[in-house]
């Protein structure tokens, strides 16, 4: 994982973003952050383990079809299958090691 700190890459409302090997921030001060960087991590090793060009395209796909679902921005982001399991578990800082392949 690399850690890169550019405020400008990112929108308003985001505080980091995985794009494996990578992971984005807004502020050097979210390195200390242990649940905002586990969160990140499940994200990174969802992407190794679908090699990450498909990690992408399923998550535009669901993406799209929870928007559909949802006909909110938000709602549609919170319930893509990643983003459920990376919520549920950032707080859980030992998961990675014993989480299941495609745990998602």
Same mark, same amino acid.
């Given at each position: ?88 578990? %950032? %707080? ?13």
């Amino acid at each position: 994982m690399i850690v890169l700190v550019n405020r400008f890459l990112l929108r308003k409302k985001f505080a980091g973003v995985a794009l494996w090997p990578f992971l984005i921030i807004k502020e050097p001060s979210l390195k200390a952050d242990a649940v905002f960087m586990n969160h990140e991590r499940i994200h990174l090793r969802q992407q190794a383990e679908l090699l990450v060009l498909f990690f992408y395209l399923w998550y535009v796909i669901e993406y799209a079809i929870r928007l559909l679902q949802y006909r909110n921005y938000y709602a549609a982001y919170r319930n893509i299958s990643f983003e459920r399991e990376a919520y549920a578990k %950032e %707080e859980v800082i030992l998961y990675l090691q014993k989480r299941p392949f495609w745990g998602f």
